[in-house]
DNA sequence: ATGGAAATTGCAAACGTTTGCATTGTCTTG
DNA sequence: CAAGACAATGCAAACGTTTGCAATTTCCAT
C-alpha cells in the first residue's frame, strides 16, 4: 500500500517559489495578489492536482462547509424523503453531509448532536425524537456559534429555525370533516405517545370529537407501540365491537395503516364499504395498495428543502454578521381521499 | 451570538499545570503515564467536558473516523435500505458517514469520490452506476491509502472488496425456471443499460431464454429508461398482440413492476390469472400491492452490514501494518413467489 | 529626484492534536 | 554510595491552512 501524497499549498510554494500565504490568497481569489501570479499559480495548482484539505481548513476556520443532519431512526420512509430534500440543495450549494441516527435515547441524542458539534459543522437539522427535560445542552450548540434547526417539533425555550408539519391540525381538519359529513365511529390507532408527531395527531383526534361533543369512548383510542402491535390492537377490538360498530379507522401513520388493511382483508371486511381507513404521511407506497390508501399528506422532500434553505440562510448571515431573525415554517398537510374513504 | 470556546488539551494543560503532551497521552490511555496522573486528568477532562476536536485529530492523523458513501441516485428505496444497514455497522463501530450522491454522470461521480477523499474518510463506499472508460482515478484513490469498496459492479482492473448481488444469476435462474415450468411468451421490461443492473438483468433473461433454444422476439424486449414509460411500452405492446400471447412480464425492478400492475389493472387484465408479473428487489412495497408482488429478493439491508464490516476490517488491517486479503462477496438473490405469479 | 501612497509579497502565529526524542526524577542493585 | 535502569513528564515539530502585520517593490505626483 504506497502512498502517494497529496500536494499541499507548500509544494505549490516550492515549486513556484513564492510564499505560501500568496499561493493561498491568489487561490481564494484575495484581492490584493497580482492578477498575472494568480493566474500562475492556478494554473500550477490544477497542474498538481492541488485540492484544498478540507480538515486543514476547518481546524483554522473553525468551520467545515457541512451539514449533520439527525434522524431519530430510520425505519420510515419518511425521513429518507427529507434526507432526498436535503442532500440536493445542500450539494448543490457545495455542502457535505454527515448523517447520524439518534437511536432510541436521549442520551444518544445528545450524543450525537455533540460529536456533530466536535466536527465543526456549518449547522443541524435535528429530528429530535424526545422530551428533553433539560435541552440546555441544545443552547450550548447554538452559543458555539453553530445553528440549529429543528424538525417537527418546538421547543419553547429555544430560539432556533423551525420545520414542522402540522400534526395537529391535519389529523383534527380530517375527522372533524368526516364527523360533520355524517361519520360516527371513529377510532384512531395511536402511535408512541413519546414521539411528539404521535402525541399531535392523537390530540387533533381527540379535540376534533370534542369539537363535535362525542364523548370518547376509551376502546376506540388503541394504543401501538409500534406497527407490528395493530393487528393485535384491532382483533381485541373486534372482539368486543361489532362491524357495524365501526365507521372510520383513523392511523399514527401510513404503516399502521397498512397493518390495518391487511387485518381487514384477512378478515373480508369491504374497504371503504364496511369500514373506512384513513393512513398519515402519504408514503410513496400508499398509491400501491388496494384499495389505494387515503391518507394525510405532508410534503417530506419540501420539508428537507425547506429547512436547507433556512439553515444555509442562517450560516450566510452569521458569516457576514449580519443579525438573523428565525422563523417558523409550518408546511401545510391536508387529506388526500384515494380508494380507501368514501368522503 | 456569543461563541464560547471548547475546552481543549492546552487548557486542560493550564489547569493542572502539566504538558499538553502527558494530557493527550493520558487520555489516549497511553501506558507509560502514571496511573494516578491519568485518573486526574480524565477527571478533569469530564468535569471541563473535553472533546477531541476530530479535524485536528484528523490533520495529525491523516485519518477520520468517517466512511464516505456514494450513491448514485436517492431515487429509490433499495438504496435506503442499504444505508440503513451501513449506518447501523458504522455507528456501532464509532464511526461518522459521510454521504453523497454522485447524480446523473461520470464527472460527478469523480467529483464526489475526490471530495469524500479530501476529507481524509477512513474508506469508500460506492455505487458507481456509469461505466468509467478510464477508472485510474479510483486507483489515485487507493494510493492514498483510502480503501475502497464497490457495491453492484466490478472492475476487473481494481483490486478491491466487492459487494455485489447476483443480478444475473436472479433473473437467469428465475426466468430458467419459469420456462421449464411450461412459461412460454416472456416479456422483459428493460431499464437503463447504461446502469450495470439493469444490464444484468437483462442479460439473465437472454440467456435463460437462449439456454432452452428460445427465439428472442425484440418485441418482447421494452426499453424504458425510467419507469414513467413503463405503460406506454405496454401499450405499444398491447396494440401489436393479443392477451393470450403474453404469458409473464419480468422486470427490471419493482417500480417498474409496480407500473405494469397499474397498466394491467387499469385494462381488467386479471393477475396473475391472465398475465403474471414478476419484480426485481423486493421492495418494502410489494407486500402491500394487491395482489402482492412476486418479486426476486435482493437482501438490501444485509449488504449494507456486509460492506461495511469488510471496510471496517480492511481499515482496521491497513492501520496494523497487516496485508490484507481482498474479497468478493456475492449476495444470492432468489425467487420470491407471492401472489402475482402462478408458480 | 523624492516623498509617500498603493500594490504586492513575505513572515509568522494560530487552529488542536499526536509523537519521537530529550529530560528529569525515582528506584534498584552491586 | 554510585550507577544504571526505568518510569514519568516535558519539548518541539508536524499535519495544511488562513490572516494580521511587516517588508518590499512599484508607481505617481510634486
Request: proline content about 3%; some cysteine.
Amino acid at each position: 500500500m504506497k502512498k502517494s501524497r497529496k500536494t499541499t499549498l507548500s509544494d505549490l510554494s516550492k515549486a513556484l517559489n513564492l510564499n505560501i500565504s500568496t499561493i493561498s490568497r491568489a487561490l481564494n481569489d484575495h484581492p490584493k495578489v497580482n492578477e498575472t501570479t494568480k493566474k500562475l499559480i492556478k494554473e500550477k495548482a490544477k497542474e498538481l492536482d492541488y485540492r484544498p484539505n478540507p480538515l486543514a481548513q476547518g481546524l483554522q476556520k473553525q468551520n467545515t462547509k457541512t451539514i449533520g443532519v439527525i434522524f431519530p431512526t430510520f425505519d420510515t420512509n419518511f425521513f429518507f424523503r427529507v434526507l432526498k430534500g436535503i442532500e440536493k440543495m445542500m450539494h448543490e450549494s457545495g455542502y457535505q453531509i454527515i448523517i447520524s441516527t439518534a437511536g432510541e435515547s436521549r442520551i444518544q441524542e445528545k450524543k450525537a448532536i455533540q460529536s456533530l458539534s466536535s466536527y465543526h459543522v456549518s449547522g443541524i437539522i435535528v429530528f429530535l425524537s424526545f422530551e428533553h427535560e433539560d435541552p440546555s445542552f441544545l443552547i450550548d450548540i447554538q452559543d458555539e456559534g453553530i445553528p440549529l434547526l429543528f424538525m417537527d417539533r418546538i421547543y419553547e425555550e429555544i430560539d432556533a429555525n423551525y420545520v414542522i408539519s402540522d400534526d395537529f391540525v391535519g389529523m383534527y381538519d380530517t375527522v372533524n370533516q368526516f364527523i360533520s359529513k355524517g361519520t360516527k365511529n371513529i377510532i384512531h390507532l395511536q402511535g408512541n405517545l413519546q414521539i411528539s408527531t404521535a402525541f399531535n395527531r392523537l390530540l387533533g383526534y381527540k379535540e376534533a370529537l370534542l369539537k363535535n361533543k362525542i364523548s370518547l369512548n376509551p376502546d376506540f383510542i388503541i394504543p401501538c407501540q409500534h406497527q407490528t402491535e395493530v393487528k393485535t390492537g384491532l382483533r381485541n377490538l373486534f372482539s368486543k365491537y361489532a362491524l357495524e360498530d365501526i365507521d372510520l379507522i383513523t392511523c399514527y401513520n401510513d404503516y399502521y395503516a397498512f397493518q390495518a388493511l391487511e387485518f381487514l382483508k384477512e378478515n373480508n371486511i369491504r374497504i371503504p364499504q364496511d369500514i373506512q381507513l384513513l393512513g398519515f404521511a402519504n408514503e410513496p407506497l400508499s398509491v400501491y395498495t388496494s384499495p389505494k390508501l387515503s391518507t394525510i399528506n405532508q410534503p417530506a422532500e419540501e420539508m428537507g428543502v425547506i429547512a436547507s434553505e433556512m439553515i444555509l440562510q442562517e450560516i450566510q448571515h452569521n458569516q457576514q454578521g449580519e443579525s438573523y431573525q428565525f422563523l417558523t415554517k409550518k408546511m401545510s398537510t391536508f387529506y388526500l381521499k384515494r380508494e380507501s374513504t368514501l368522503l
